[in-house]
């Protein structure tokens, strides 16, 4: 039977290293559809060897934990300096046991559970106005000229500077928080949305034109997906400026009744107990450190999904 892709066959044999291996037929086999399967399964991802399942952990943990374990020798020799005295700048082992006993608290896990409801809140509304602001301005020429500069603006703007007039719009309330926080965080998911459909394809675009693809099932099953990458590297930007905003916000707008971490963090500091204000520094850092290793491993799974791991 003549093959049916000689060009490709050409190739693989090469590859091999024995190009006069004959072709085989299986029972029960099509020769013609193990071909074309056997080129399809050429842009799958190449299988990896995988390890023990402790020799992979270490080998993603060490990294992080040499690190730490620097950081914390440089802490320890400015407190043997006495660069600052001690109760200005706390030993780690101090630190460290003042976080066990906060944290081991009522009030600790409700500080906790205030600052990730008003996080996760407006997190999402960014997410949702960002994508449609995206969304439009990636389709309408005008729409981009008229506000594609703004959009960037924003995101180079300091949040801190929203919240004079956010405080004048809503007074010292949850409504405030979040105003700054969605403004924050929109531009830059709106953005990396918009990168995503730029750098689709023009090629995919015209095939989905040529299938039939119209309206929203054009974005459900073609500019959506070959936008993801940036898209989610838009949100992961976005969710930074969203903490970062909130952490101010909590810092300067105290809301009564609302004992958030940045709440705590300033009382703290008005008692000048430099230990709990670095203990709740260390809890707003392990915090921001788990959320970017969930948007890491949302990254990874797609781009492994594309084959474009090692």
Known sequence: ???????????????????????????????????????????????????????????????????????????????????????????????????????????????VRVTMTRAFTGFLLAVVIGTVIGALVSQFAPLRAAIGSLITGLQTMPSIMWFPLAILLFQLSESAILFVVVLGAAPSVANGLISGIDYVPRTWLRVGQVLGMRGFAKYRHLILPASLPSFISGLKQGWAFSWRSLMAGELLVIVPGALSIGVRMQQARDLSDSSLV?????????????????????????????????
């Open 1 to 111: 039977m003549p093959i049916k892709y000689p060009s490709a066959r050409a190739g693989l044999e090469g590859a091999s290293g024995d190009s006069t291996a004959p072709v085989v037929d299986r029972p029960g086999v099509d020769p013609e559809a193990a071909e074309v399967a056997g080129l399809d399964a050429l842009e799958l991802e190449p299988k990896r060897q995988k390890g023990t399942l402790g020799r992979r952990i270490w080998k993603s943990t060490w990294p992080k934990v040499l690190a730490i374990a620097i950081v914390l020798l440089v802490w320890q020799i400015a407190v043997w300096s006495e660069w600052k005295p001690i109760y200005v700048l706390p030993s780690p082992s101090t630190v460290f046991t003042d976080l066990g006993n906060v944290i081991t608290t009522g009030d600790f896990w409700d500080g």
């Open 278 to 310: 670095i203990c709740y520094i260390i809890v707003v850092l392990v915090i921001g450190i788990l959320i970017d290793v969930l948007f890491n491993a949302a990254d990874n799974a797609l781009r492994r999904r594309w084959g474009l791991l090692s």
